[in-house]
């Protein structure tokens, strides 16, 4: 199987790594909105079946979607289904570069498959998370982008958009 040339992972999480409570993100960033469809527009993304339920109008615009799931009888409109993380990878062979975007099982399974990391880190720690990110280590990733910014009447929190890329 040929890979992509890069599999990355796009998340936000707050200073402990939380990313969700309840099936939900941890706050509303409408910059991290528009930063995310920048950076996966014209790219396959890969979800699970969770996160692809929970989006407001299906499959994303403008990507291909592929969702992951255990049940071989669910289908979405507008998506390829997938059984696991080198099944969906295989409907990827040749791309330039691929998104997981959740849940958290999912990263946590595609974390060692990862080039790279767009991580938008909300500089808050949010209560009652029940969700997750692996902890970033310096000695396996190299921070290579990084743009900070306050938090302002749309944006309850301070953020970062980070970029990391696996040492080699």
């Given at each position: 199987?040929?890979?992509?040339k890069t599999i990355s992972i796009i998340v936000a999480t707050d200073e402990n790594y939380a990313i969700g409570k309840n099936n939900e993100l941890l706050c509303h960033l409408p910059n991290d909105l528009k930063y995310f469809k920048k950076v996966t527009k014209g790219?396959?993304?890969?979800?699970?079946?969770?996160?692809?339920?929970?989006?407001?109008n299906g499959a994303l615009p403008n990507r291909k979607n592929i969702v992951l799931t255990f049940d071989k009888d669910v289908r979405f409109p507008g998506c390829i289904?997938?059984?696991?993380?080198e099944d969906a990878l295989r409907h990827c062979e040749g791309e330039q570069e691929v998104f997981f975007i959740g849940g958290g099982q999912v990263y946590k399974t595609a974390f060692e498959f990862a080039?790279?990391?767009?991580?938008?880190?909300?500089h808050h720690q949010f209560e009652g998370a029940d969700t997750f990110f692996p902890?970033?280590?310096?000695?396996?990733?190299?921070?290579?982008q990084q743009e900070k910014h306050k938090a302002d009447e749309k944006h309850a929190h301070d953020y970062t958009f980070?970029?990391?890329?696996?040492?080699k």
């Open positions: 199987m040929k890979q992509p790219h396959t993304v890969i979800m699970g079946q969770r996160t692809f339920e929970s989006l407001p289904m997938a059984y696991s993380i080039d790279r990391l767009y991580i938008t880190r909300i902890e970033i280590k310096s000695s396996e990733w190299l921070l290579t980070l970029v990391y890329e696996r040492k």
